[in-house]
């Protein structure tokens, strides 16, 4: 079983994914990453070379880290294909109560916004 850590380094305008970091928890990892993401709501958009775009660095650092992405490189700015992020995809990761607007408890802030 490989370990994920999901460090990026910028090179340029790109961010690469760096995967195996040996004695490393995954689960802890992007639990810990996933949380620091979801306090964090500044709209720095990265477009994934699977066309999808990522509300911010920590967004695709929890995304990649949670569902153990293999090979995946990030650019900064939105893609021109779908330039708005998917929440959705993050919606159920971290369990971080907030309340909308409406009066309703969200699992998390990407749920909110998934839903909204």
């Given at each position: 079983?490989?370990?994920?850590?999901?460090?990026?380094?910028?090179?340029?305008?790109?961010?690469?994914?760096?995967?195996?970091?040996?004695?490393?928890?995954?689960?802890?990892?992007?639990?810990?990453?996933?949380?620091?993401?979801?306090?964090?709501?500044?709209?720095?958009?990265?477009?994934?070379?699977?066309?999808?775009?990522?509300?911010?660095?920590?967004?695709?650092?929890?995304?990649?880290?949670?569902?153990?992405?293999?090979?995946?490189?990030?650019?900064?700015?939105?893609?021109?294909?779908?330039?708005?992020?998917?929440?959705?995809?993050?919606?159920?990761?971290?369990?971080?109560?907030?309340?909308?607007?409406?009066?309703?408890?969200?699992s998390s802030v990407w749920e909110l916004m998934c839903e909204a």
């Open positions: 079983m490989s370990m994920l850590a999901c460090l990026c380094s910028a090179r340029g305008q790109d961010i690469q994914f760096h995967k195996r970091l040996p004695g490393v928890d995954r689960q802890y990892i992007s639990t810990d990453l996933c949380l620091s993401a979801a306090k964090n709501l500044t709209y720095e958009p990265l477009c994934g070379s699977d066309g999808q775009t990522f509300h911010n660095p920590q967004a695709f650092r929890c995304y990649a880290a949670f569902f153990e992405v293999r090979q995946l490189s990030v650019r900064y700015g939105a893609c021109v294909d779908r330039p708005e992020p998917s929440h959705c995809a993050l919606a159920f990761v971290i369990w971080r109560r907030v309340c909308g607007q409406d009066n309703r408890t969200y």
